[in-house]
């Protein structure tokens, strides 16, 4: 049941008691928070599967991976390029990039070591390219590593990377925290002598090389992290950031208001108005409400039973009220859009856009494939018309956007079964949406860097090698992604792009939901929070503190 923001703030003590093993300095209704000087908590709804984001495909471990591990590139507030285990962002002017973007050469930090004190060097990443190209190894999505002919190292400092063919996501894609699957460097002291590392004791135990260190983990309740004194860029501000794990959004936002966090993400595509009514109710507070890049949809799973009718994919683009769903239940954490890119974004184009709202029109649609109504509900030759969602249980926000798309649905004759999973099995190898084992699913794409949405829609990337998880395999958007991926021309990529875009609307493939817009809170105490377009609130964490108060 959706909770009420009353019911919410009535729960608060009740919450502390429920959660008082995960968190610290919970407080009673009505007291002051209490703090410690030196500990930054904050939530996550479930454990990570490991934190070897190499081999795990979680959005979870995603949010924190900057915290441990290290990339050649990272990303800022802007979502612009950093170096970060390397001195300078290659570039053709620094010659970094070479033969036309075919060749790119990494000159790496010196002086960097690992958690355990080892030093870092062009080792770990030969190891680690090896490593993504391992087939033993369950890689979540492989696109840009398969592209690449070569990875060496021209001394201990020096890596030399050779591409196939021209590819224009190359430098997002390759170890950096820009890309859309960010893997991290992974250490060659530990791992280089493993025949996998799918269950390696590592991905429990991570030596990494971030600003803090894995102290603790106690799973289903907590996780903590120490600073490591001997950080590249010096030590975090902040001694201790404390994980509280929490059942479910309702919960983290409770704990919120009880002062038990001091950071809190209410996610646009998890959240709900409620809730961000209920974590504004804090005053002692510090809050953001910006864009984000991540574009939300109802995926159609294009190669079981009835979703392999473009009339039924069409009926259901023009038959549910959307933008009325959306506004009901999210509110400011929705923006309306119509594709993949935000206005001012790469290839935006106004002109693109979705089947409108036309609840007659989707019913002429179905009526004419055969599935007509008897009673309240379609079926065909004596088959009904039954369609099952899925997504992520606990996450408020979305689980009423699937009771909302149910009575949509149901208002055209199409009989539905909700389905809640945990997110690990959701995305898991062979889990729910790699095996198939739905017909609608809410899905929301966080983009890195790059511009590259392709490997979510191309054949070749359809499971088990990618994460075409829709099964989409369309001539036209394969043309498109060839275009784009391989052209060092911006305008001949974006109108590539576009036309990729044009074809999924054109074949109905997918429902655009519209884009996300995430809210996040802060005690008044903490400073050095620069909200992330592409996500990564953390991308700075070593520079946040937390001042004394009065």
Known sequence: MWASIDGLRRG????CIVVSAALVGCARSGDAPQMSSDVLRIAALQDPPGFDPLVSDNAQLADIIPLVHGFLLGVDARGAFTPDLVTVVPSVRNGGLRDGGRTIRYMLRRGVRWHDGAPFDARD?????????NPRNNVPDRS?????????????YAVEVKLRRPYSPA????FSLGANDPYAILPAHLLATATEINDAPYNLHPIGLGPYRLTSW????RVVFEADPAFRRGRAKIGKIEIAILPDSNTEVTAWQSGALDFLNVRGFAGSRAMLASARSVADARSWLSDHYQFDYVM???????MRERAVREAIVRGVDRERIERDVRGE????????????QFAYDATIRQAPYDPVGAARLLDAAGWRRRGAFRERNGIPLTLEIVGPAGLSGSERLQVQLQSELSKLGIRTQIKTYQYNLLFAQGGILQSGRFDLAFYGWQPGEDADHSYLFRCDTRPPNGENYARICDPAIDRAAAIELTTSDRAIEARADRDMLRALDAQSDLLFLGFDREALFARANVRGVEPSV??????????WSLVSRP
């Open 12 to 15: 608060v003590f009740l919450a």
């Open 171 to 174: 430098l997002a894609t390759f």
């Open 300 to 306: 159609f799973n294009v190669s079981r039973g009835p």
């Open 144 to 156: 840009g590593f398969d592209d690449i002919a070569s990875v060496k190292a021209l001394g201990p």
């Open 218 to 221: 106690s799973h289903g309740s």
């Open 534 to 543: 592409l996500g990564h609130h953390y991308w700075n964490i070593e520079r």
């Open 333 to 344: 954490l929705h923006r309306p859009g119509d594709g993949d890119r935000l206005p001012g």
């Open 125 to 133: 990443v030969v190891f680690s390219f090896r490593a993504a190209m």
